[in-house]
């Protein structure tokens, strides 16, 4: 039944951004080292970062060029975080937490209000921030899977319409079993 469901999803999402007037080519990515699968334009790039003792590992995809009304960025990161027993939703909302609020200081200092989500199933935060002139906005989803954190980031020109893309990205992303 699950594979039902990612099929039709993945599906959907076909005919949705088909219909798109963004010729970027979109494709189903799956990582089984990371255990994800998300759909997302073709072709990312990975990369990896050290932070302290733990290393983020960063699937991202931009456009060649930045074109003024295009989308900027779809990025799906995770970390691991061996040792932390993550068993109980307390550890759980404590490592989510600070997560989300050091991913809003990557984008402003102001107070961005974060929320508790359910991503596909797993718990997580989301903020959403607009900046005041950059005219971009942008979508922060992190969820806690076992004793790994995944983080799913899109960044886009404010006036260009990426709905569609955002759902596909965002609504795909599943855990690999």
Known sequence: MRSFICIATVCVSFFMLSSCKDETPWAQYTNKEAGFTVFMPAHPVKSDKKAGKQVIHFITWKPTTFALDKFKLFEVSYTDFPGVVVSDSNSVNAILDTAISQRKKDF????????????????????????????????????????????LTVIAKENYSINNEMNAFFNSFQVLR
């Open 108 to 151: 402003t200092e102001l107070d961005v209000d974060s929320q508790p989500i359910i991503l596909n199933g797993y718990p997580g935060r989301a903020f959403m921030y607009q900046a005041p002139r950059g005219n971009t906005i942008t979508i922060v989803k992190e969820c806690m899977v076992g004793n790994r954190r995944y983080d």
